[in-house]
């Protein structure tokens, strides 16, 4: 991490016009601006691109001051806003995308975006073709005449497969300059991975993990390129995509620590992963820095560092109540969706309910999967709330570990 990106996050996006001589922007909540004269009106319509005041669904001067910042970060033309992760993903799909056209998405692609592909895509005569996250150049040759958008997620969801994005970028521009490549960069959150400076058009985030970083706040961004901007920003405003100016400022606020938390989420994180690695009871572990995830070669050279998200799989294809006296009593792991924020959290997934997002090329695991997030605590406790974990699972007199026999069908849901 160079010292001039540590440096510009602390100031990206302030300008005088938008704090107000503070040093955060205002919070400016108005839906109407006032306009004192006909030419003012005139003015700020040809100056809307410019950010100047105008309506409220194109953001006033605290998104601005958030949008500016992104904008500078992901060395991009400019940054959309969305309410959610999900919808800063969807919106610019559907902003380049049209019926009888095709899109390539990796096959461990973060499980709603798959199924907006299958139901949203599916209905407008959209065909998705999934591929092999790890395809690397070999992409082009999926490329269709009708493909008009190549996704990526790096890492992806759960196996944490880590994508090549310049070898694919250059075979898919190789192959047609006019296709549109994207990226969700949720993981790197736009700090720990660039992707325009890789190439890619558009970079995606739900701004909902890291960059606010306290489990409180819903909210997704889109950075793209000069050749794309007008296109995604305006489509987007005409789907009505916003975001509150409280969301914002919450944003913008989360956003200047951001890189102070991930290298504590870095270090410990992998301090976890590490010791995971250690025990008998656990086969593998899909940190992208470990051997086990698939492209920790590539994550290596591309990324600036990790954050505290992993997985882990046991040996053990665990029963529901060996499951659940496993992972409902821990001290510092609660269970829940999402992540990013300040506190650990641990979920878990049988491999037969992973099977539908399991693809060519995939990894193979038997046992059960825990998705889990290194927070801000104390590591070392942390991880003697694991020792305890594995503690009760060998205490336990239900049933023998079963060293990895398959039994992924038995088990009914
Ligand atoms: C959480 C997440 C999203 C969606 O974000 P929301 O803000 O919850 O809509 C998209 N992609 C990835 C990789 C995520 O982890």
């Known amino acids: 991490m160079s010292e001039k990106f540590r440096t510009k996050l602390i100031t990206a996006g302030r300008k005088d016009r938008y704090t107000q001589g503070g040093v955060s922007p205002v919070i400016q909540r108005a839906s109407s601006l006032l306009f004192p004269t006909l030419k003012d009106k005139a003015f700020r319509g040809k100056n809307a691109k410019n950010k100047e005041f105008i309506y409220g669904r194109r953001g006033g001067l605290t998104q601005f001051a958030f949008q500016d910042a992104m904008t500078e970060l992901e060395n991009s033309a400019g940054c959309a806003l969305y309410p959610s992760g999900v919808a800063a993903i969807t919106t610019p799909i559907l902003a380049f995308i049209k019926s009888g056209d095709n899109i390539l998405v990796p096959g461990n692609v973060y499980e709603p975006v798959r199924s907006f592909c299958d139901t949203i895509l599916t209905r407008m005569n959209v065909s998705t073709t999934y591929y092999d996250p790890s395809i690397g150049s070999d992409i082009s040759a999926l490329i269709q005449p009708e493909t008009t958008i190549v996704y990526m997620e790096s890492p992806g969801s759960i196996t944490m497969e880590v994508q090549d994005v310049p070898a694919i970028v250059k075979a898919v521009k190789g192959v047609n300059p006019n296709i549109v490549t994207m990226i969700d960069n949720t993981y790197a959150a736009g700090v720990l991975f660039r992707p325009l400076d890789h190439g890619v058009d558009i970079s995606m985030q739900s701004g909902t993990k890291y960059v606010t970083g306290h489990s409180d706040i819903l909210l997704g961004m889109a950075m793209s390129n000069e050749k794309h901007w007008h296109q995604l920003f305006e489509y987007s405003y005409l789907m009505g995509q916003t975001v509150d100016p409280d969301t914002a ?29 250690s025990r008998s009871e656990v086969d593998k572990v899909f940190h992208p820095m470990l051997d086990d995830c698939k ?119």
């Open 249 to 277: 400022y919450m944003a913008l606020r989360g956003l200047r620590t951001i890189l102070i938390r991930l290298d504590y989420h870095h270090d410990a994180g992998l301090k976890v992963a590490n010791w995971l690695k």
């Open 295 to 413: 492209g920790s070669d590539i994550f290596k050279r591309d990324f600036s560092g990790a954050n505290g998200l992993f997985s882990f799989v046991l040996k053990e294809h665990l029963t529901p109540e060996r499951a659940a006296e496993f992972i409902e009593n821990f001290d510092h792991f609660a269970m829940a969706y999402s992540w990013g924020g300040y506190e650990s959290l641990m979920l878990m997934n049988q491999p037969e309910e992973l099977e539908k997002f399991r693809h060519e090329g995939g990894v193979d695991f038997n046992g059960s999967l825990f998705r889990i997030h290194i927070g801000l605590e104390d590591v070392d406790d942390l991880i003697a709330d694991l020792e305890k974990g594995f503690d009760r699972l060998g205490s336990s007199t239900s049933k023998p570990s079963t060293q990895g026999e398959s039994k992924s069908h038995e088990t009914s849901l």
